[in-house]
């Protein structure tokens, strides 16, 4: 070892000055970078759950009712109610994985994909699709919420994929009244095999689709990087 | 990814949405109306179709498996003022064979409006172009057309949810083709397996609005896979470097006692 070799010639003063500045290059390295890297960790967020499957999308829902029921009347009519203005939905509470937000609303873009909240005050507030049946009407109500903040960090949707069947979601309306539907189904689905109708198509009762992103990132995708959807499937209790 | 490369992707990317933003939504007079394939004569099929009507143009959208593989599969839709809107059921196979042919469907489902053939004419006059049919490889269709014109009386019965979808063409002596000695009410060259529904679906109107296209665009990917990877990095390559001068200086003072 060269050093030692030196080191054994040199005086005994420039030995100890030689090992104090090398202790005090090690103390900064170790401290710095120590420090860099706590605090690396400690901002470092983990990714949003993957929604593990669950739950059954079977046209025969437990009610016994097909899901393809009529467009005014059928079994399913009962239970859901006519559409009135003021029933609109205003806010959104999953208890389970501590979601409560305000609603705001969303429209179509000209290639009929669905608007998302944009960037501004109202950017992690989950949205109900104003094209969507009212959440309590009989149909799809569809209330969608970003996964991931734009710069950084969790949004409101951000746990939607550790949902699980028979968790409560309450809805609150215009009038103040709630309405509840319980988690029949979770699913992870390729945004490039999208399935429309069963997501979006007819159903006989009063339902909710909760929707976000998930599954793998690609940063080099055009429109934002995530490769699938997680969609929540739940029907009035 | 860091936080500047993603300031930097995030930029032109909300750019963006907020101009889609500006276009708006879809024009508001395109309706959707949707419907459940369901198997009839026994056919173990099933499928479902989408016809989005604006005016007297309609775009068809239909998906089915479990058909005849290989063999055309006619496939209309039908209405008739008169007719019940409806999918036939078992009570109205007339002359008792067992089977409900495409005549005897009638009173439920009307007579052809569209031909839903893969190229060339859409009208009713196609209604037994068979080599314009999908042949369903594997017994699969998924067929996607645009720009049909109807009439309005036609495109208004669509958008009204009284129309109905039949696809036909099944194997009712499991030979793989169609065959057999009972011949097609509607073409007597050709045997009834040819023409009789194999599935049936009433386009009901959408409970939507406005159906939405695909998934949605919820996610920027900032808790995606690893933040802050260069702080991380030039962190760690620092404590290895302090460590490095710490390792010498222990093996040095060792070399000297």
């Given amino acids: ?237 | 990814m860091n936080r500047i490369q993603r300031v930097a992707l995030a930029a032109p990317a909300l750019g963006l949405a907020s101009l889609m933003a500006i276009a708006g939504p879809a024009g508001a007079a395109t309706s959707s109306t949707q419907a459940t394939l369901k198997p009839i004569n026994d056919a173990n099929a099933s499928g479902r179709a989408m016809v989005d009507v604006s005016g007297t143009t309609l775009t068809v959208n239909l998906a089915a498996r479990g058909l005849v593989p290989d063999q055309p599969h006619a496939a209309h839709i039908h209405f008739a003022a008169e007719a019940r809107h409806e999918c036939p059921t078992a009570s109205e196979d007339a002359d008792g064979n067992g089977h409900i042919n495409t005549t005897e469907g009638g009173a439920a489902y009307g007579a052809v409006v569209v031909s839903l053939t893969k190229t060339g004419d859409t009208s009713a006059k196609s209604v037994l172009a068979v080599d314009r049919f999908d042949t369903a490889p594997a017994g699969k269709i998924s067929y996607e057309r645009g720009s049909i014109k109807v009439s309005s009386e036609v495109g208004k019965a669509v958008k009204d949810g009284e129309a109905v979808v039949v696809v036909h063409g099944v194997d009712y002596n499991k030979d793989g083709k169609y065959s057999g000695s009972e011949k097609s009410d509607l073409d007597p060259s050709l045997p009834t397996e040819a023409t009789d529904p194999a599935l049936c679906g009433v386009l009901n109107v959408s409970q939507m609005s406005s159906m939405p296209n695909g998934g949605v665009e919820t996610g920027s990917g900032s808790t995606s896979s690893t933040e802050d990877a260069g702080l991380l990095g030039l962190g760690g390559i620092a404590v290895l470097g302090g460590l490095g001068i710490v390792a010498a200086r222990r093996r040095h003072l060792v070399g000297n006692r």
């Fill in chain 1, 1 to 237: 070892m060269t050093d030692a070799g030196i080191g054994g010639d040199a005086p005994p003063s420039a030995r100890r000055r030689r090992d104090i500045v090398r202790s005090v290059a090690a103390a900064l390295l170790l401290l710095g970078g120590g420090a860099a890297v706590a605090v690396g960790l400690h901002a470092q967020q983990d990714d949003p759950p993957a929604a593990k499957e669950a739950g059954s999308l079977s046209s025969r829902p437990s009610a016994g009712v097909p899901s393809s029921a009529g467009s005014g009347t059928g079994p399913g009519a009962d239970a859901a109610e006519p559409p009135s203005p003021a029933l609109r939905p205003t806010r959104i509470r999953i208890p389970s994985i501590g979601v409560t937000s305000a609603l705001t609303r969303v429209g179509q873009h000209k290639d009929g994909t669905l608007e998302v909240p944009q960037p501004g005050p109202d950017y992690d507030k989950a949205a109900w699709f104003t094209g969507s049946p009212q959440p309590g009407q009989r149909g799809p109500a569809v209330i969608e919420g970003h996964v991931d903040g734009t710069v950084n960090g969790p949004s409101v949707f951000y746990r939607l994929g550790d949902v699980k069947p028979g968790t409560k979601v309450h809805v609150t309306r215009t009038d103040g009244s709630n309405i509840t539907f319980l988690v029949y189904a979770v699913r992870l689905f390729a945004k490039d095999h999208f399935p429309t109708f069963k997501v979006y198509g007819n159903t006989s009762g009063a339902e909710l689709r909760l929707i976000t992103c998930g599954g793998q990132f690609d940063s080099s995708r055009r429109a934002g990087g995530y490769l699938s959807n997680v969609v929540v499937f739940a029907r009035q209790a």
